[in-house]
C-alpha cells in the first residue's frame, strides 16, 4: 500500500511539532537514564518499590510444593507440571507495553490471528475477534473463569493477569472449547494501602488525533473492622482515543469496579465486586481490499493514504456492560478447600455502521466505484452463572491425589432485533466524503431472535502422584444444556427451534519429572461443539446448527516439556500437537450440506518467560502451524486439500526489558507474521493472502521521583505497512497502525 503525504498545511505542521516532541521526549529520558547508570543509590520502578504485590514475573520458590501461576482452582498443580499449554501473561508486562484492550496484550503470545469479522457484518466484527491454533476463540472469552458474552473490545484497566489456555478445553470450560480460551483474571483488594495509576497522552505521525487515558487504582485495608482482613479497592478508567494512523475514527470509555473483601489473610474468605464500563466510538471498518497492491492483477491500485476513513461520522458503536461477582472461600485444611462463586453480567451493543466492499471487493476499476454498505445491530446478552469448587489433597494408598472437583449452573441469554436491510450506494473510492450525509440508516424491521441456554455440569480433575518423577492427570466434565430458540418474523408469527443436549469432554496427561525443575508429558483431550453453541439455533436439513446435527468433535494430542532454570526465574516450555475437528459441515454444489467434514491442524510452539534475574523481563513464544481441509466441497471456499483461512504457518513474538540500578528500563520486542490465508467464495480468482510481516516496538522508562515514573513508548518503531487483520469474504482489511508514541506516568504512593 503507498503511503501519501497529507496535503493540508495544519496537518504537516502537526505532525513536524509531533517529530520533534517524540524527539525530545526520548532525549530527555535517555538523558535522566545515562546519568542514572552512574548514579551510587539505587532507585526502583513501581513494581520493584512495591515488592510485596504479588505478579507472576515473581520468583517461584522450587521447595513450594503448590505454587500457583493461574487464577482457576481446576489446575491444581504448578504450570511446569500441567499437561497443556497454557501462558499466563502479567500485568506488569503490559503496563510496560502501555497495553489498553484484551487484544493488545494477546500479541503477546503466538498462534493467534486476528480478525475483522465475516462479511463485515455489524454483529461480528467489533471487540475481541481472534482465532487460535486455527479456529475461532472469539465465543471463549472467560471472566473469572465464567464466560463473558458479547462483542466487545474489553479493557485492561481492572485485570490482575490474563491466562491463555491453548488446545481443545473442553474439560476445562464445556462446549466450544475447539482450540482454547482465555480467561481474564480481575483485581481485587489486598492487605495494604496504596494509589496506583496511569496518565497517558498517544499521538502518531500520519494524523491529528490524540490518545488520552486515565486509571486509577485505590486499595484501602481497615485495620480497625470488626471482621478482620477488610479491604477496599477500586478501579477506574477513563479514556477518550482517536484511532492510530486512522482519521475520525475513536473510542470513547469510562469504567468504575469497586470491590470489597473481608477475610483476607484468614481461613474463610468472602469477595464482592462491581464492575460497570461504557464504551461511545465511532467504529472503523478499515479500506476496501482493492487498496492492496496486487490484489486485482494487472489494474493500478488507487493511491490513497492509509489513514482514509470510509465510513460516515454519523456512525455508532456503543457498548453498555455490567458485572457482579460474590465469592467466597473457606480452608478447612491446608489440604481441603471449597470455593463458591456466583457471577451476573450483562452486555449491551448497538451499532450503526459503515463499511467499504460488499461480497467481494465490490469495486469497478473501469469506473473507479466502489459499494459501501450501511448497516445496523443491536444484541443484548446477559449470563447469571453459580459455580462451586472442592479441592482436596489426600492419599489412596500410597499415592498422593491433588482432586478439583465441582459444579457448575447457568443461564445464558441473547436477545438481537433485526433491522431492515442494509443500504448501498457506490461511491468513488478516491473521496468517500466522511461528513457527508448517509444514504440510510437501517431501522428495526419488527423481527427479533430471542435465545436462552441452560447448563448444568458437574467436573473432576485429578492429579495422582505414583512417585517423585511420575504423575498422571485426568479430568472429564459432564454437562447437559437446554437451548430455546425463539425467532418472531417481522409479521409478528413466530416459530421455536429447541436443543437439548448431554455432552462429555475429557483430557488426560502422564508426566514424567527427570528433574525436580523440569517435566515432560504427554496429553490427549476431546472437546465437543454441539449446535446452537453460537446462540444460533435451525430446522434446515444439514445446518451446522439444526438441533439433529451431531456435536463437532475436536481431538488433540500433545508431546510437551516445560523446564524451570535460575531457580524458577526462567520458564521455558515446548511442544508439539496435532488437532483434528470433525464432523464440520460443509455444503456440497450437488448433495447440500454434509455434516462429516474434518479440519486437521498440527504443529509445534516454544515460550520462554518470567525472569533471568529480579530486573530481566523475558516474554515470547513461536509457533509453526500446519492446516488442512480433510474433506470439503471441490468448488468454492471449502476445497478439500487447503488450508483453512487465517492461520500464519509461522508467527512468533518475544517482548524484554532490563532495569539497571539506577532505575532506568530499556524494553522492546518484536512480532512477526508469516503470510495469512483466508476463504474468498466471491472472487476465488484473486489471491487470497495478506503479507507477511514484522513489527518492533520500543519502550524506556525513569522513575523522576520515588512515586513516579516517566514511561515512553513507541510501537511500530519502523513505520512499516501491514495488514492487521482481513475478513473473509475479501472486502475489506485492516491497515496495521503507523508508527505512534505514547508518553505515560506511572504512580504509586
Same mark, same amino acid.
Given at each position: ?25 526520548? #532525549? ?15 532507585? $526502583? ?30 489446575? =491444581? ?7 497443556? =499449554? %497454557? !501462558? ?17 496484550v494477546l500479541r503477546n503470545t503466538s498462534g493467534i490471528t486476528f480478525a475483522a469479522g465475516e462479511g463485515g457484518s455489524a454483529a461480528s466484527t467489533a471487540g475481541d475477534a481472534f482465532y487460535m491454533r486455527g479456529f475461532d476463540t472469539s465465543n471463549n472469552i472467560f471472566v473469572d473463569g465464567v464466560r463473558d458474552i458479547g462483542a466487545y473490545s474489553r479493557d485492561v484497566y481492572n485485570l490482575e493477569q490474563v491466562e491463555v489456555a491453548k488446545g481443545p478445553a473442553g474439560a476445562d470450560i464445556g462446549r466450544g472449547g475447539a482450540s482454547g480460551y482465555v ?90 465486586? $462491581? ?5 461511545? &466510538? ?27 476513513? $470510509? ?14 461477582v460474590g465469592r467466597l472461600e473457606h480452608d478447612f485444611s491446608r489440604d481441603l478447600k471449597l470455593t463458591n462463586q456466583t457471577r451476573y453480567s450483562a452486555n449491551q451493543r448497538t451499532a450503526i455502521v459503515t463499511t467499504p466492499g460488499q461480497n467481494g471487493t465490490a469495486y469497478t476499476p473501469a469506473t473507479g466505484l466502489l459499494i459501501r454498505s450501511r448497516q445496523a445491530n ?41 433491522? =431492515? ?29 430471542? @435465545?436462552?441456554?441452560? =447448563?448444568?455440569?458437574? $467436573? ?19 454437562? &447437559? ?22 455432552? !462429555? ?9 527427570? %528433574? ?84 486437521? !491442524? ?15 523481563? %523475558? ?20 476445497? #478439500? ?72 513508548? @513507541? ?35
Open positions: 500500500m503507498t503511503k501519501l503525504a497529507t496535503t493540508s498545511t495544519s496537518a504537516a505542521e502537526n505532525r513536524a511539532a509531533v517529530r520533534q516532541g517524540a524527539a525530545a521526549l526520548t #532525549a530527555m529520558i535517555m538523558a535522566q537514564g545515562a546519568g542514572a547508570l552512574h548514579a551510587a543509590t539505587p532507585e $526502583y520502578t513501581i513494581a520493584a518499590a512495591k515488592a510485596s504485590e504479588p505478579t507472576l514475573m515473581s520468583e517461584v520458590s522450587v521447595e513450594d510444593s503448590k505454587p500457583k501461576s493461574v487464577s482457576s482452582p481446576k489446575f =491444581t498443580e504448578p504450570l511446569r507440571d500441567t499437561p497443556q =499449554t %497454557v !501462558v499466563v501473561i502479567p500485568s506488569e508486562v503490559y503496563l510496560q507495553q502501555g497495553a489498553a484492550s484484551l487484544s493488545d480467561n481474564v483474571s480481575t483485581k481485587t483488594p489486598r492487605l495494604e494501602s496504596f494509589v496506583g495509576g496511569t496518565v497517558s497522552y498517544g499521538f502518531d505521525e500520519e494524523t491529528s488525533g490524540s490518545r488520552r487515558r486515565t486509571t486509577l487504582d485505590i486499595n484501602q485495608p481497615f485495620t480497625g473492622s470488626a471482621i478482620k482482613g477488610t479491604a477496599v479497592r477500586v478501579n477506574a478508567l477513563w479514556q477518550d482515543n482517536d484511532t492510530v494512523g486512522r482519521d475520525y475514527a475513536n473510542s470513547k470509555s469510562w469504567g468504575v469496579a469497586p470491590s470489597l473483601a473481608l477475610g483476607l489473610g484468614t481461613p474463610t474468605r468472602a469477595t464482592l465486586a $462491581y464492575q460497570h464500563f461504557e464504551q461511545n &466510538n465511532l467504529p472503523d471498518y478499515g479500506l476496501p481490499t482493492a487498496l492492496l497492491p496486487g490484489y486485482i492483477s494487472a489494474i493500478p491500485v488507487p493511491q490513497m493514504p492509509r489513514s482514509t476513513f $470510509y465510513g460516515y461520522t454519523a456512525d455508532r458503536d456503543d457498548v453498555n456492560s455490567d458485572s457482579l443491536k444484541r443484548d446478552t446477559s449470563i447469571l452463572s453459580n459455580q462451586t469448587n472442592l479441592f482436596a489433597h489426600f492419599f489412596t494408598g500410597k499415592f498422593a491425589n491433588d482432586l478439583s472437583t465441582g459444579l457448575e449452573l447457568s443461564r445464558e441469554t441473547a436477545y438481537s432485533p433485526a433491522f =431492515t436491510s442494509a443500504t448501498q450506494v457506490a461511491i468513488p473510492i478516491t473521496s468517500p466524503n466522511p461528513d457527508g450525509t448517509p444514504s440510510g440508516t437501517p431501522v428495526r424491521s419488527g423481527a427479533y431472535t430471542d @435465545v436462552q441456554t441452560k =447448563t448444568a455440569a458437574i $467436573y473432576a480433575f485429578d492429579t495422582i502422584h505414583f512417585s517423585d518423577r511420575w504423575s498422571a492427570n485426568a479430568s472429564v466434565r459432564a454437562e &447437559n444444556y437446554s437451548t430455546h430458540y425463539l425467532s418472531v418474523a417481522a409479521t409478528g408469527v413466530p416459530s421455536t427451534v429447541d436443543a437439548k443436549h448431554g455432552l !462429555v469432554s475429557w483430557k488426560t496427561g502422564l508426566v514424567y519429572k527427570p %528433574v525436580l525443575a523440569g517435566s515432560i508429558y504427554a496429553a490427549y483431550a476431546i472437546s465437543l461443539t454441539p449446535p446452537g453453541t453460537d446462540f444460533t439455533l435451525s430446522s434446515a436439513a444439514g445446518n451446522q446448527n439444526n438441533p439433529d446435527t451431531d456435536p463437532q468433535k475436536t481431538s488433540n494430542i500433545e508431546l510437551g516439556m516445560k523446564w524451570d532454570f535460575f531457580h524458577g526465574r526462567l520458564s521455558t516450555n515446548a511442544a508439539v500437537f496435532k488437532t483434528v475437528n470433525d464432523k464440520t459441515v460443509f455444503t456440497d454444489p450437488v448433495l447440500g450440506p454434509i455434516p462429516a467434514g474434518k479440519q486437521t !491442524v498440527q504443529g509445534t510452539e516454544f515460550g520462554v518467560s518470567r525472569r533471568f534475574t529480579d530486573n530481566w523481563i %523475558v516474554l515470547g513464544s513461536i509457533s509453526y502451524l500446519e492446516s488442512e481441509i480433510n474433506s470439503g466441497t471441490t468448488s468454492g471456499g471449502n476445497p #478439500a486439500g487447503a488450508s483453512l483461512p487465517l492461520i500464519p504457518r509461522v508467527s512468533g513474538n518475544l517482548y524484554t526489558s532490563f532495569r539497571f540500578a539506577s532505575g532506568l528500563i530499556l524494553g522492546g520486542g518484536g512480532q512477526y507474521s508469516s503470510e495469512v490465508s483466508r476463504r474468498d467464495n466471491n472472487t476465488p480468482a484473486v489471491p487470497r493472502q495478506s503479507p507477511s510481516f514484522w513489527l518492533f516496538n520500543a519502550m524506556a522508562s525513569y522513575p523522576v521521583t520515588k512515586d513516579i515514573v516517566l514511561r515512553l513508548n @513507541v510501537n511500530n518503531l519502523f513505520d512499516r505497512d501491514y495488514v492487521q487483520a482481513a475478513n473473509n469474504n475479501g472486502a475489506r482489511f485492516n491497515p496495521g497502525a503507523p508508527r505512534s508514541y505514547l508518553l505515560s506516568a506511572d504512580f504509586r504512593f
